[in-house]
C-alpha cells in the first residue's frame, strides 16, 4: 500500500511519503491521512470501481464550492482521490445551527430542472441524473424504478414486493411538494458533514437538483443532528407543514441503495416505508 501511495504522490508532484495513517469510517473506500514533505493530504483508494468514480465525485464536490466550504481536490484518477487534509470533527452543539443555515444557503440555489449534467455515485451504486422538468417522474425513472428492479433482480426483495412498490410509484404525484429543484447534496448524513477549525464542511456529496427534503430526510435516517440544526434551516428555508409527513418517502431511496450494498437487514425498513403509502 505505501508504495502505491507513494507512486500516487510522485505522479502529481507531492513529495516523498513519511507517514501513513489508515483513516476509518468509510464503507466503500480505503482513505488515508498521507504525510509528505510537502504537506499533509487525504487520499480515497479504491482500485474496484467505475473509472469515473472519483472524477465524479470531485466534480460534485467543485459543484458545492460555489456556495459552501467543502475539501479542496488536490488530484483525481481512476483509482483515487487526493484532497486537502481538514482535521474534521463531528457536528457539536455549537456548530449545529451553522450547519442548519450552511444547507440552506446550498438549497437557494434553483434549477428548472430535476437531475444533473451527467450521471454520478450514491456509495458505489450509479445514480442516473437524467434532467427532466417533473419530480414525479425524476423519482419514478430515475430513483426508485432503477433500484427497485435491481433489488429484485438480486433477490432482495420478492415479485408481490415489486408491486406493491409500483403502486407507491403510482401514487407519488399526490404526493411530493410542489416546489422547484435545488441544489442537494444527496447523500447528507452525519459521516458526510463536520467542522474543521469552526467552520463546516460538507464531502462526499452525490450532487443533483432534487427536492429539498431528499437531504432533510436523509439527516434523520442515520441520526447525528440536533434540532439546533433543524431550526436554523427552517429559519432561512421554510417547508410546508406537511413536510414530515413525507420523510419516510424520501429515504426509500437511501435504503434502497443501502439494501443493494448491505444486504437484507434493510429489507424491513424498505417494506415498512412501501406499506405506510399503500
Same mark, same amino acid.
Given at each position: 500500500?505505501?508504495?502505491?501511495?507513494?507512486?500516487?504522490?510522485?505522479?502529481?508532484?507531492?513529495?516523498?511519503?513519511?507517514?501513513?495513517?489508515?483513516?476509518?469510517?468509510?464503507?466503500?473506500?480505503?482513505?488515508?491521512?498521507?504525510?509528505?514533505?510537502?504537506?499533509?493530504?487525504?487520499?480515497?483508494?479504491?482500485?474496484?470501481?467505475?473509472?469515473?468514480?472519483?472524477?465524479?465525485?470531485?466534480?460534485?464536490?467543485?459543484?458545492?464550492?460555489?456556495?459552501?466550504?467543502?475539501?479542496?481536490?488536490?488530484?483525481?484518477?481512476?483509482?483515487?482521490?487526493?484532497?486537502?487534509? $481538514?482535521?474534521? =470533527?463531528?457536528?457539536? /452543539?455549537?456548530?449545529?445551527?451553522?450547519? *442548519?443555515?450552511?444547507?440552506? @444557503? #446550498?438549497? %437557494?440555489?434553483?434549477?428548472?430542472?430535476?437531475?444533473?449534467?451527467?450521471?454520478?455515485?450514491?456509495?458505489?451504486?450509479?445514480?442516473?441524473?437524467?434532467?427532466?422538468?417533473?419530480?414525479?417522474?425524476?423519482?419514478?425513472?430515475?430513483?426508485?424504478?432503477?433500484?427497485?428492479?435491481?433489488?429484485?433482480?438480486?433477490? $432482495?426483495?420478492? =415479485?408481490?414486493?415489486? /408491486?406493491?412498490?409500483?403502486?407507491?410509484? *403510482?401514487?407519488?404525484?399526490? @404526493? #411530493?411538494? %410542489?416546489?422547484?429543484?435545488?441544489?442537494?447534496?444527496?447523500?447528507?448524513?452525519?459521516?458526510?458533514?463536520?467542522?474543521?477549525?469552526?467552520?463546516?464542511?460538507?464531502?462526499?456529496?452525490?450532487?443533483?437538483?432534487?427536492?429539498?427534503?431528499?437531504?432533510?430526510?436523509?439527516?434523520?435516517?442515520?441520526?447525528?443532528?440536533?434540532?439546533?440544526?433543524?431550526?436554523?434551516?427552517?429559519?432561512?428555508?421554510?417547508?410546508?407543514?406537511?413536510?414530515?409527513?413525507?420523510?419516510?418517502?424520501?429515504?426509500?431511496?437511501?435504503?434502497?441503495?443501502?439494501?443493494?450494498?448491505?444486504?437484507?437487514?434493510?429489507?424491513?425498513?424498505?417494506?415498512?416505508?412501501?406499506?405506510?403509502?399503500?
Amino acid at each position: 500500500m505505501q508504495e502505491l501511495l507513494q507512486q500516487i504522490l510522485k505522479n502529481n508532484g507531492l513529495g516523498s511519503v513519511e507517514n501513513i495513517q489508515f483513516v476509518g469510517g468509510g464503507s466503500i473506500n480505503n482513505a488515508f491521512k498521507v504525510s509528505t514533505n510537502r504537506g499533509n493530504y487525504f487520499i480515497k483508494l479504491n482500485e474496484n470501481t467505475p473509472g469515473d468514480f472519483f472524477a465524479k465525485e470531485a466534480d460534485g464536490l467543485q459543484a458545492l464550492s460555489q456556495v459552501v466550504r467543502v475539501p479542496q481536490v488536490i488530484a483525481v484518477g481512476k483509482a483515487y482521490l487526493i484532497l486537502e487534509y $481538514l482535521n474534521i =470533527q463531528a457536528l457539536n /452543539k455549537s456548530s449545529q445551527k451553522k450547519a *442548519g443555515e450552511q444547507l440552506a @444557503i #446550498l438549497h %437557494s440555489i434553483q434549477s428548472n430542472f430535476f437531475g444533473w449534467e451527467h450521471h454520478n455515485y450514491m456509495g458505489s451504486v450509479q445514480q442516473l441524473n437524467d434532467r427532466v422538468e417533473s419530480g414525479a417522474k425524476f423519482l419514478q425513472e430515475y430513483r426508485l424504478k432503477p433500484l427497485f428492479e435491481k433489488c429484485k433482480n438480486q433477490g $432482495l426483495i420478492s =415479485q408481490n414486493d415489486l /408491486k406493491l412498490a409500483e403502486r407507491l410509484i *403510482g401514487k407519488l404525484e399526490g @404526493i #411530493l411538494p %410542489s416546489e422547484s429543484p435545488t441544489l442537494i447534496h444527496g447523500d447528507l448524513w452525519s459521516g458526510n458533514i463536520g467542522c474543521h477549525n469552526e467552520e463546516v464542511y460538507f464531502y462526499d456529496p452525490a450532487v443533483q437538483y432534487g427536492y429539498r427534503e431528499m437531504d432533510l430526510a436523509m439527516t434523520q435516517l442515520f441520526g447525528g443532528f440536533d434540532q439546533e440544526f433543524y431550526d436554523a434551516y427552517l429559519y432561512n428555508q421554510p417547508l410546508d407543514a406537511n413536510w414530515q409527513e413525507r420523510v419516510p418517502l424520501f429515504q426509500l431511496y437511501p435504503l434502497l441503495i443501502h439494501l443493494l450494498l448491505f444486504g437484507s437487514g434493510y429489507y424491513r425498513k424498505v417494506m415498512r416505508v412501501i406499506s405506510a403509502y399503500v
